[in-house]
């Protein structure tokens, strides 16, 4: 039978603007959150993470920002070019018990477009 | 750069077969999880191993699957008798152990006619 997906929240964009991609979770229990980006026909891909002591984390174009009080997470991408368009999930983990392999658990995800 | 690979790329089966997705891990990766995407939906954790055996299922991970390392080298996610609700894309991804990044495969898209 047919399958109904989840329609995902969109942003468009032109080519040197400013993306700001947001994501809410509820999980107090998460401390180490991560923002994946998947192209079409492809797997996820690590962009940046950040831990839950922190509340800012830059890496090149890329800044994630955290804010525990009211559970919320978001990407800036600067300068956004055509190549960025792509489906961006956050992620989260639960501390496994003060280990680094815990599952991970999947945001909703946001399509990204880039107009040139 | 070292990347996680799958094989096949495609796997079109009918309903009730089994089927065996293929998972070459990073060689210094030590945790290795399998996660699913259903056609436009997030992907989902199905299950992770490490030291040859399962740390962790998720509630899609019933008796029809199951998991093997059986070279050291490859990583195997068996369906025993598929389902057409099994047709989705499956990843593989991998955990060094001294990082916290999970490196994904590019996938397995199965298609359960």
């Known amino acids: 039978g047919e399958s109904v997906g989840l329609h995902l929240p969109t942003l468009s964009v032109q080519e040197g603007d400013n993306s700001i991609i947001n994501c809410a979770y509820s999980?107090?229990?998460?401390?180490?959150f991560i923002w994946y980006k998947q192209e079409s026909g492809k797997g996820p891909q690590f962009i940046i993470d950040?831990?839950?002591?922190?509340d800012k984390r830059q890496g090149q174009r890329v800044t994630v920002l955290l804010n525990k009080t009211v559970k919320h997470l978001s990407l800036q991408i600067a300068a956004t070019q055509p190549g960025d368009s792509a489906v961006y999930f956050c992620?989260?983990?639960?501390?496994?018990?003060?280990?680094?392999?815990?599952?991970?658990?999947f945001g909703q995800g946001t399509i990204l477009t880039v107009h040139p | 750069e070292p990347e996680v690979t799958q094989t096949p790329s495609h796997q079109v089966t009918q309903m009730g077969q089994e089927v065996i997705l293929r998972c070459v891990p990073i060689s210094n990766h030590l945790y290795f999880y399998w996660y699913r995407q259903i056609l436009g939906q997030k992907v989902e954790f199905l299950v992770s191993f490490y030291n040859n055996e399962i740390s962790e299922k998720s509630e899609i991970f019933d008796d029809q699957f199951s998991v093997e390392r059986p070279d050291g080298s490859n990583f195997t996610l068996k369906i025993r008798s598929t389902k057409l609700e099994d047709s989705a894309m499956y990843f593989c991804?991998?955990?060094?152990?001294?990082?916290?990044?999970?490196?994904f495969g590019p996938g397995t898209r199965l298609t359960v006619l």
């Open positions: 999980n107090s229990a998460s401390d180490y």
């Open positions: 992620v989260f983990k639960e501390n496994a018990g003060g280990t680094s392999y815990g599952k991970l658990t």
């Open positions: 950040i831990r839950s002591n922190m």
């Open positions: 991804a991998g955990l060094q152990g001294a990082e916290d990044t999970q490196y």
